[in-house]
């Protein structure tokens, strides 16, 4: 220590620090570098981790509800806002949508009057889709297809989804609508959907179309075609041809059935929001459409079909033993039909 003192003065010395070590100013900058660089790094993970979350949130877009204030209130049971599954109805999705089903019974003008309907631009009426068996099983099986027709799920060439003003399809008596009608009734009245009951008045030409198209299914007159409906007088012609032979045994007792079931079906539906149509009265009268559009509240429009009448004039040029039939039915309830021209 001698080399490091000096003397100044008599009382006083100054002593000299020691020299700083260059290794340990190393050692110091490098143990601040790390601490800093980890910091760092830590941070960086930290935000990484927030982005990846970020990606996984379920983010909920709250959509504002559709509303139509002008709307009578009376009315609103019998609207609603659908939202499909399998397209989205863009600028439609707040046009307010009707449910409708037309029941029926087989040959009775269910297929003309749908395409009447059809030819609204504003309806899709999507024909008789409990004709397959497996859509009428059981009640949960009715209730479900119910629910994809009217959310505009289910596809037919008749389908019009995105901006559908009413949407519906035609049903069959006999195509499990009678043997489910408590919960088909519930439904209806719970969701709103308006009923048209078409019905043909005179049951004699029915039976002659049931028959005559029955036997086509097998005969195939038109070209080795079955075809239920037709767009040409020719092809009208070529199937009245066939006249079919009724069974005058029964042929009270089948008349009687099909007006039980008609009315069967008018008291199990009474409570529904409905109106009754007879096939008769639109060919006379096809102003008639015009309450059906206001029934549906559907912008009025002429409705036009290409489809054409098979069995056009008196019933005697179409049934085959029209003799027996004369005298079976002369003098009862029903002789009326045999005059009758529709």
């Known amino acids: 220590m001698a080399e490091d003192i000096c003397f100044f003065a008599k009382d006083s010395i100054i002593i000299k620090p020691p020299k700083k070590s260059p290794a340990l100013l190393r050692m110091v900058v490098v143990a601040f570098t790390l601490i800093f660089g980890i910091?760092?790094?830590s941070i960086c993970l930290k935000q990484t981790s927030l982005e990846n979350t970020s990606k996984y949130l379920n983010i909920e877009v709250i959509e504002k509800p559709c509303h139509n204030y002008d709307m009578d209130q009376s009315q609103i049971l019998y609207v609603h806002y659908p939202k499909p599954k399998t397209f989205c109805r863009a600028e439609c999705s707040c046009n307010p949508v009707r449910r409708f089903a037309i029941l029926s019974m087989q040959r009775s003008g269910s297929g003309w009057f749908e395409t009447l309907l059809n030819s609204h631009m504003n309806?899709?009426?999507n024909g008789e889709i409990f004709s397959v068996k497996y859509r009428r099983e059981n009640a949960s099986s009715i209730l479900r297809t119910l629910d994809t027709v009217y959310n505009l799920d289910f596809f037919?060439?008749?389908?019009?989804?995105?901006?559908s003003a009413a949407v519906g399809f035609k049903w069959m008596l006999n195509q499990g609508l009678i043997e489910h009608h408590k919960e088909i009734v519930e439904y209806f009245n719970r969701k709103g959907v308006?009923?048209?009951f078409l019905f043909r008045k005179n049951l004699l030409r029915r039976m002659v179309s049931v028959?005559?198209?029955s036997?086509?299914?097998y005969a195939k007159l038109l070209n080795g075609t079955h075809k239920s409906h037709v767009h040409s007088h020719e092809e009208a012609g070529t199937l009245a041809k066939y006249k079919p032979e009724i069974n005058t045994t029964l042929l009270i007792t089948d008349?009687?059935?099909?007006?039980v079931s008609a009315t069967e079906a008018l008291d199990y539906f009474n409570s529904t929001r409905h109106m009754i149509l007879y096939y008769e009265d639109i060919v006379r009268n096809q102003a008639k459409l015009v309450d059906v559009l206001e029934f549906l509240r559907l912008p009025n429009m002429d409705l036009s079909s290409r489809q054409v009448k098979i069995h056009n004039g008196p019933l005697w040029k179409h049934i085959k033993n029209w003799d027996d039939v004369n005298k079976t039915l002369s003098g009862?309830?029903?002789?009326?039909?045999?005059?009758?021209?529709?």
């Open 39 to 41: 910091y760092i790094c």
């Open 123 to 125: 309806v899709s009426s």
């Open 156 to 163: 037919t060439s008749a389908s019009k989804n995105h901006c």
């Open 194 to 196: 308006s009923v048209i």
């Open 211 to 213: 028959l005559s198209n």
């Open 215 to 217: 036997h086509d299914r």
């Open 255 to 259: 008349l009687k059935r099909m007006e």
């Open 332 to 342: 009862t309830a029903y002789e009326k039909f045999l005059r009758a021209d529709y």
